[in-house]
């Protein structure tokens, strides 16, 4: 089975800062990779698809890079509406999926 | 645009079985692949399964196999997915979630069910 390793588990950023979080596949996924949202109490949000592809909606401040094993997600300026968890999933193996630990972002 | 709303809570006794449901608005069953993923309190995401529309099977993560039993009533354009024996590791919030193109693009609004005894 294909492992998902997300790092940092949570990070504490002020708002306008740059934040980045890692994802990494534990074998070459190609860019079979996506990148969701979650506020509390809330469904997951689809951000990223595709490694590197915005959902359509989605703030232009959000972006994602990467291929093969190692995958960024990035927010070029941190807002207060994007205290959330983030999760990665990658898809190398349909019809199943894996999803990384998550990243909880907060504000300083 | 696709609405998935799920049935209300529910609490259980380890060893009991629970059926969660999902009724489609705005497209039929028949043009979604359904998925369905879980989030004990606190913890991350961890798929179920779901319809591979590639084989028109319904395929489990290896985890549930045994337990887990995902089925769709077309006529009511619902989707239902029953866990078995239950125990206290099954409390968690159970989604439904449609793939788009290997992405999963709409979800439902989570359904809580608790194993208590």
């Known amino acids: 089975d294909i492992q998902m390793t997300q790092s940092p588990s949570s990070l504490s950023a002020s708002v306008g800062d740059r934040v980045t979080i890692t994802c990494q596949a534990s074998?070459?996924?190609?860019?079979?990779l996506n990148w969701y949202q979650q506020k509390p109490g809330k469904a997951p949000k689809l951000l990223i698809y595709d490694a590197s592809n915005l959902e359509t909606g989605v703030p232009s401040r959000f972006s994602g890079s990467g291929s093969g094993t190692d995958f960024t997600f990035t927010i070029s300026s941190l807002q207060p509406e994007d205290i959330a968890t983030y999760y990665c999933?990658?898809?190398?193996?349909?019809?199943?999926?894996?999803f990384g630990q998550g990243t909880k972002v907060e504000i300083k | 645009q696709v609405q998935l709303v799920q049935s209300g809570a529910e609490v259980k006794k380890p060893g009991a079985s629970v059926k969660v449901s999902c009724k489609v608005s705005?497209?039929?069953?028949?043009?979604?692949?359904m998925h369905w993923v879980r989030q004990a309190p606190g913890k991350g995401l961890e798929w179920m399964g779901g319809?591979?529309?590639?084989?028109?099977?319904?395929i489990y993560a290896q985890k549930f196999q045994g337990r887990v039993t995902m089925t769709e009533d077309t006529s009511t354009d619902t989707a239902y997915m029953e866990l078995s024996s239950l125990r206290s590791e099954d409390t968690a919030v159970y989604y439904c979630?449609?793939?788009?193109?290997?992405?999963?693009?709409?979800w439902g609004q989570g359904t809580l069910v608790t194993v208590s005894s």
């Open positions: 705005g497209y039929t069953l028949t043009e979604l692949s």
């Open positions: 074998q070459d996924i190609s860019n079979y």
């Open positions: 979630a449609t793939d788009g193109i290997a992405s999963f693009d709409y």
């Open positions: 319809f591979d529309p590639e084989d028109g099977e319904t």
């Open positions: 999933q990658q898809y190398d193996n349909l019809p199943t999926w894996t």
